[in-house]
């Protein structure tokens, strides 16, 4: 069974440029997540998706942030524009059931770096 | 407001020694649900065990096992004969039973020496 898959792996931008992520999660899976992990510190969760539909938004700086689950399955996130301070590691995860109560299997994680 | 301490953010242990690393978890929920990863160095989050607020059997698995004490709010991970393959940030994470508001804590860096 195929992962959670993510790209690009890395990106290096200036401030204020705009940046898009992309998930396809496991097959099947209703669930998805987008994480973001500062170095050295827990995963944040920015926004979770019940099939097409927002469950959880509240962390999403949303003036700058913004993310689609189109047809339910595969994710975009957005960062338009960027600051220095969302040089992170953005991850995102799936998972079969709804909610965040089952297990989530998680991508290798987009690398941003904003200069 | 949910949260979950890791008080121990770095240990070092020689290998085949036995390591414990703790998680203190909040929360006002009364069914909740509680989590550990493993981040090696690759990155990549790997799920280790999913535990019930209602479930309080200790568990074990191979050369790991997991403490639930509900009137503590603690989930501990001990590793027994610890491996240099160990060697990873582990992250303890809480979830509400009606699936918002997962979080992680911040995570213990294991350094496990030949």
């Known amino acids: 069974e195929a992962g959670v898959a993510q790209s690009p792996r890395y990106k290096i931008i200036e401030k204020r440029q705009s940046v898009a992520f992309w998930c396809n999660p496991i097959s099947g899976h209703a669930t998805l997540y987008w994480y973001q992990q500062i170095l050295g510190q827990g995963p944040k969760l920015l926004i979770q998706?019940?099939?097409?539909?927002?469950?959880?938004d509240s962390q999403l700086p949303k003036d700058r942030f913004s993310a689609e689950r189109l047809k339910g399955v595969d994710s975009t996130l957005k960062i338009q524009p960027a600051k220095l301070e969302d040089s992170a590691v953005y991850l995102c995860a799936s998972s079969y059931l709804s909610g965040s109560t089952d297990t989530q299997y998680f991508g290798p994680g987009t690398r941003l770096t904003v200069l | 407001a949910q949260k979950v301490t890791q008080a121990q953010t770095e240990i070092s242990v020689v290998e085949k020694e036995d390591v414990t690393l703790d998680c203190v978890y909040e929360t006002r929920d009364t069914t909740y649900y509680l989590f550990w990863y493993k981040q090696p160095p690759s990155g990549e989050l790997v799920f280790l065990i999913r535990?019930?607020?209602?479930?309080?059997q200790n568990e074990i698995s191979g050369r790991y096992s997991w403490n639930f004490q509900k009137s503590t709010s603690s989930f501990n991970f001990t590793i027994t004969a610890s491996q240099v393959v160990d060697s990873a940030v582990y992250f303890c994470a809480l979830s509400e039973a009606r699936g918002q508001n997962f979080v992680f804590g911040p995570g213990t860096r294991l350094s496990v020496l030949p």
């Open positions: 998706f019940q099939n097409n539909g927002v469950v959880d």
């Open positions: 535990r019930n607020s209602f479930d309080e």
